[in-house]
C-alpha cells in the first residue's frame, strides 16, 4: 500500500483509499465498522471524507437547484492533445511528478480540463460518478461572490453602502460599520478563529449554529446561521488586510435572500443552473431555519463546475447570452490588493490577491481560481484557455496539504496547452 | 374563508391554506411564526404539512434517485375531453360535488390524468410544482412491493421462504416464522399499533428509530431502523388475515438490500426511474445507517408517479420493453384475498383486497391503487384506460378522510372516459 505523509502522520494514497475497495457504507445495513453517519461526527475524518463529500445529502437536509427544462448544453470533446497523463512537472518541493500519478497523492476525485471551451481530459475516481454532486465546499463562496456582484452591477445592491442598511439584525455585530464590498473581498476585522481542529473555535460555533457538525451534549449555543452571525464582534478595523472568514460569505448570502425575496438556490437555478444548461441538479445544505450555507454548502458535478469556469473564461457570455457582466470578470481578472492579501501572510500563495471571493493568481496565464478545503479547484487560466474543474478529498482540509503539487500542475498543464 | 370539519375540528379548506398564501417559509430567514422546522417537530402538523410534503428534503437526509441519461419520455397531452372540472358526481355521504371544486375540499398539491397514456388533465396547488418531488407517503409500499414480487418472477427471492434465510437478524423477532408472500401481502401477525396520534404507539417508535421525526428528550430506544425490527414481536399467527403494517414493508427494503447488494434508491433508478424516462429525479428518505424508509419515504414528481402507473396500465411493457413481468401485474389484478382483508375491519374499502403491496377495489373499472397517508393516490383503472396521479395535504393522515370524496370522484372520471 502507498503511503503518504502530511504533517507528520501517514495516510494511504488516493488509490489505497478508495471508498469502494474499502467497502465504506457498503451491507444493508453496513456494519459498524463501515458505517458513516452525522450523529458519530465522523463523516469528514479520514478515510470516511473519500465517501462523504459525494453522499453529503445522505447525511444533512438540503436544498435542491434544480438544473431547468432545456437540457443540458453540449460539452464537445477536444482534439486529443499530448498525453497529459503523462506530463511531467516539478512541485514546489522540488520532486519531479507526472499528471496522471500525481491525482492519486492529491486524492482526486474527479478532474475535467476544458480546452478552448472543449473536453481534453476528465476522470472519476473514489466514490465521484459523472452524475453526482460533490462537495464543492468554499468553492461556493465564487458563486456567491459572483452573484452577489451581479446585483450590484444591476443596482439592486451598493457595495460602498454599510450592512445594517440591509440587515438591520447585524446592527452591533461585527458588521455594523463594514462595507458591502469590504464583505465581499474578505477585508473585515471579525474577530473569528477558523481553525477546523479546536472545538471551542469560532469556526466550531459556526458549524453547530448551521447544523453542519452535531453539536456536543448540553450546547446551549445558537441553533442557526442568523442567530450566530449576531453574536460575532468586530476584533480590528474593516479594510485594512484581507482575512478570509466563511460568516463574510454567510452575510452576503443572507442579504441576497433578504434583497431579492430568493433563496440561493433559487438565484443560482435562475442565474445560472438553468441558462448554463446544467446536466444535473445541485444542491445546497441548509441551516435549522432553511437558510443556505454560501460559504461552503454547494454541492454540484464535476462537468456543471466546469461549465461555471467556461462561463468565467468566456466573460459573462454564454452562447452570446450575457449571464454574469462581463466588467465583473474583467474586475476579477485585476484582482484585488496585494498588498492586503500579503498582509494575511498566506506563504504558499505568494503574489495572490482576492476580489469577489474569488483567488487571483497574478500568474503569466492570468489565472484566477475558486477554492475550497480538501482540495476542491476551479482553475481557470484565460492565457491559456484553459478551465480545470476538480474535486479532491484530501485528509486534510487546509489547501497547503495538496498546493505544492496542485498548483504547479495545473501552471504545467495551462504551459503546455498554450503552446 | 372556507372551512371543513374533520373529527369534530375545523380547518381551512385548500384554498385557503394555500402556504405560499399563508407565507410560510417565506422570509431570509423565516419568521419564528413562519418557520417549518425538523427539530420543532411541527412540520407535519397542520397548516405547515401543505408546505412540507414538498419540501422533505429540507428537513431529512436523503438519496438521490437518478432519473438517468436518456432525457424524458414523451407524456403527450391528448384530445380535450369533456370539462373535466365541471364533473359532477355524488360523494359517499350523498352530496353533489364538482371535480374542479372538490380538489380543494381534499387539499389536492397536484393531480394528472392519462387516458390511453395521453395526458387530459393536469393541475398543480399549494406548494407543489410540475419539477419538485412531493412526497408518496406509503404509496412507496407499492414500488417496493413492485421490485420485490420482480425479483421472485426472477428467482433470486422466493416467496414461499421464511424471512430468517435472507435476514438472520430477524430470527426470534415477529418475522421468524412469516413467509416472503405473507409479508408482501401484508398478512403477518405482527404485534404492532399503527396509530400516529399515540406517542407510545409502535408507529412513533419506528419514527423515532427511523430519524422520521425527531425523538423525545431522554429517548434511549432503536436508533436505526433495523435495530428497530429485531424488537418487534409475533402477536397472532400469520397469515390469518390482513393487517396493514409499515414494518412488513421495510421488511422488504431490508431484503433487497441484502439479496441484490444494491440499495432501495439503486434499484428504483435501474429498473424504473432509467427505462421509464423519468423526467426528473426523485428521492428516498435514509435513516441514520443510510437503509432506506420502504414504507413511505419515496418522493418524486407528479408526472414520474404517473408514468408508473401507466406501466402498470401497459401490463408492465414500456414502449416494448417488459420492465415489469405482465404476470405481476395481472396478479395485481386479480388481487388478494377478499376475506383476509374484510377480517381488517377497514369499512370505508368495501370489497377490496391487497396484493403485493397494492389496494385493489375489485370494482367496475377493475381498478387498483397505490394508496398514502394524507391523500396520496395513484389509482390504475383498466377498464377506464385511465391513470389518476394525485399528491395532497390533508390535515388528517387517515385515508378515511379523504376516500367519501376521492374514490366516488376517480370511479365517475372513470366513467365519463370509458364512455
Same mark, same amino acid.
Given at each position: 500500500m502507498s503511503m503518504l505523509e502530511f504533517d507528520g502522520r501517514r495516510y494511504p494514497d488516493g488509490r489505497a483509499s478508495d471508498p469502494g475497495e474499502l467497502?465504506?457504507?457498503?451491507? =444493508? /445495513? %453496513? /456494519?459498524?465498522?463501515?458505517?458513516? !453517519?452525522f450523529e458519530s461526527d465522523t463523516f469528514m475524518d479520514f478515510p470516511q471524507i473519500r465517501w462523504s463529500l459525494s453522499h453529503m445529502r445522505e447525511l444533512w437536509p438540503t436544498v435542491n437547484v434544480w438544473r431547468g427544462r432545456t437540457g443540458p448544453s453540449p460539452l464537445h470533446r477536444g482534439d486529443t492533445v499530448a498525453d497529459i497523463d503523462a506530463l511531467t512537472f516539478v512541485d514546489s518541493n522540488g520532486c519531479t511528478r507526472c499528471f496522471g500519478e500525481a491525482l492519486f497523492d492529491t486524492y482526486t476525485d474527479g478532474i475535467l480540463v476544458l480546452h478552448r471551451g472543449r473536453v481534453v481530459y476528465e476522470r472519476y475516481f473514489g466514490s465521484l460518478e459523472p452524475q453526482l454532486p460533490h462537495a464543492s465546499q468554499s468553492m461556493t463562496k465564487s458563486y456567491a461572490g459572483t452573484l452577489t456582484a451581479a446585483l450590484v452591477y444591476e443596482g439592486v445592491l451598493d457595495d460602498t453602502t454599510t450592512i445594517p442598511r440591509y440587515l438591520p439584525e447585524l446592527s452591533g455585530s461585527a458588521w455594523h460599520d463594514?462595507?458591502?464590498?469590504?464583505?465581499m473581498d474578505m477585508e473585515t476585522g471579525v474577530l473569528y478563529t477558523d481553525d477546523q481542529f479546536d472545538a471551542s473555535s469560532d469556526e466550531k460555533a459556526y458549524e453547530y449554529a448551521t447544523g453542519w457538525r452535531p453539536p456536543p451534549v448540553g450546547y446551549a449555543g445558537p441553533r442557526t446561521m442568523c442567530d450566530y452571525l449576531r453574536t460575532v464582534r468586530k476584533g480590528s478595523a474593516h479594510g485594512e488586510r484581507f482575512a478570509y472568514r466563511s460568516v463574510n460569505t454567510s452575510v452576503?448570502?443572507?442579504?441576497?435572500?433578504?434583497? !431579492?425575496? #430568493?433563496?440561493?438556490?433559487?438565484?443560482?437555478?435562475?442565474r445560472l443552473w438553468a441558462p448554463l444548461g446544467c446536466e444535473e441538479d445541485g444542491y445546497v445544505s441548509?441551516? =435549522?431555519?432553511?437558510? %443556505?450555507?454560501?460559504?461552503?454548502?454547494?454541492?454540484?458535478?464535476? #462537468?456543471?463546475l466546469a461549465r461555471f469556469g467556461e462561463l468565467m473564461r468566456q466573460e459573462g457570455d454564454w452562447n452570446g447570452r450575457q449571464l454574469i457582466p462581463a466588467a465583473f470578470v474583467h474586475e476579477v481578472h485585476r484582482g484585488g490588493d496585494r498588498a492586503k492579501f500579503k498582509e494575511a501572510g498566506i506563504k504558499h500563495l505568494p503574489g495572490y490577491s482576492y476580489r469577489s471571493q474569488w483567488w487571483v493568481t497574478h500568474n503569466e496565464l492570468d489565472a484566477f481560481e475558486a477554492r475550497g478545503i480538501h482540495g476542491q479547484r476551479l482553475y481557470i487560466a484565460p492565457k491559456a484557455e484553459m478551465v480545470v474543474a476538480r474535486f =479532491?478529498?484530501?485528509?486534510?482540509?487546509?489547501?497547503?496539504?495538496?498546493? /505544492?503539487?496542485?498548483?504547479?500542475?495545473?501552471l504545467q498543464l495551462g504551459r503546455m496547452l498554450r503552446a
Open positions: 467497502e465504506w457504507m457498503h451491507g =444493508a /445495513p %453496513p /456494519p459498524d465498522g463501515k458505517r458513516i !453517519t463594514a462595507t458591502l464590498r469590504q464583505v452576503l448570502g443572507w442579504i441576497m435572500g433578504r434583497v !431579492t425575496g #430568493r433563496s440561493f438556490a433559487q438565484l443560482l437555478q435562475q441548509i441551516d =435549522a431555519a432553511g437558510m %443556505p450555507i454560501a460559504g461552503g454548502g454547494l454541492h454540484l458535478t464535476l #462537468r456543471d =479532491a478529498s484530501h485528509p486534510l482540509a487546509k489547501s497547503a496539504a495538496s498546493d /505544492p503539487i496542485i498548483m504547479p500542475q495545473m
